[in-house]
């Protein structure tokens, strides 16, 4: 694991912040000038390109969450616990993200900023799962392993609710529209497709570089908290 992350961090620092800033203006961009005007529902539709790819990328990174979750407590490296947490808390910031700009798409077409519409009620709950999450985690130190393995527990049974989200406009009777992108033919023109694509980079790229930042401020958290500890043990030696 070690030669692995010395391999990638040089990615985090000099790749990353340039692919971002390229994919972030391209998303911008399209979704202002070049993609067309949805005929229904107007210039707000442009929300799209940002609300769409938050919410995929935000089902990665609690994912992600929870699969290092899985792996501090199979292999007790508490360098897991910091990717997680850090990957929790993009995942917290994206989810409001989708919140945030459903609710602003949602006002014109909808006539209300919120409803307790299942797609919305479970996603919310998501939220507020992983902010829970964050803040039992926040309560221990960085280098606390009983708390970090209970909070690794109750990330992945967080989890759970993604698939509950992704099948709520299924099960139930909700205002969000059946899929017309994950399909085999999706019901929006090339141009749509392609701006949406980009979108889908930009926010892949940005939580990435989000994570990868949080994960250094983490580790280096853990690494201060050892040095004290180890100071301490000598003072009291």
Not at 51 to 70: D, E, L, N, W
Not at 98 to 104: K, T
Not at 215 to 229: H, I, Y
Request: hydrophobic residues 60%.
């Amino acid at each position: 694991m070690n030669q692995l992350l010395r391999r990638l961090e040089p990615l985090g620092w000099n790749v990353l912040p340039p692919v971002v800033g390229v994919a972030m203006t391209a998303m911008i961009v399209g979704a202002l000038a070049a993609a067309p005007r949805e005929i229904i529902e107007g210039e707000v539709q442009r929300l799209m390109y940002l609300h769409v790819p938050s919410a995929v990328i935000m089902y990665g990174a609690f994912g992600f969450t929870a699969f290092a979750s899985v792996m501090l407590l199979w292999k007790r490296d508490m360098r897991w616990d910091a990717a997680a947490r850090s990957a929790a808390l993009v995942g917290v910031f994206l989810c409001s993200m989708v919140l945030l700009s459903g609710a602003i798409w949602g006002k014109p077409i909808w006539g209300v900023y919120w409803t307790w519409d299942a797609r919305l009620t479970t996603t919310l709950i998501l939220l507020l799962i992983y902010v829970a999450y964050l803040l039992a985690r926040s309560v221990a130190g960085p280098l606390d392993e009983q708390a970090a393995r209970y909070a690794a527990i109750f990330a992945i049974i967080g989890v759970v609710d993604i698939p509950i989200i992704q099948m709520s406009v299924r099960w139930w009777r909700t205002l969000h529209p059946q899929p017309i992108i994950f399909r085999p033919n999706p019901a929006l023109p090339d141009e749509m497709l392609l701006v949406l694509l980009i979108g889908f980079i930009a926010v892949a790229s940005l939580a990435t570089w989000l994570i990868f930042l949080q994960w250094n401020t983490e580790r280096a958290a853990q690494r201060v908290s050892a040095l004290r500890a180890e100071v301490d043990h000598r003072e009291m030696a």
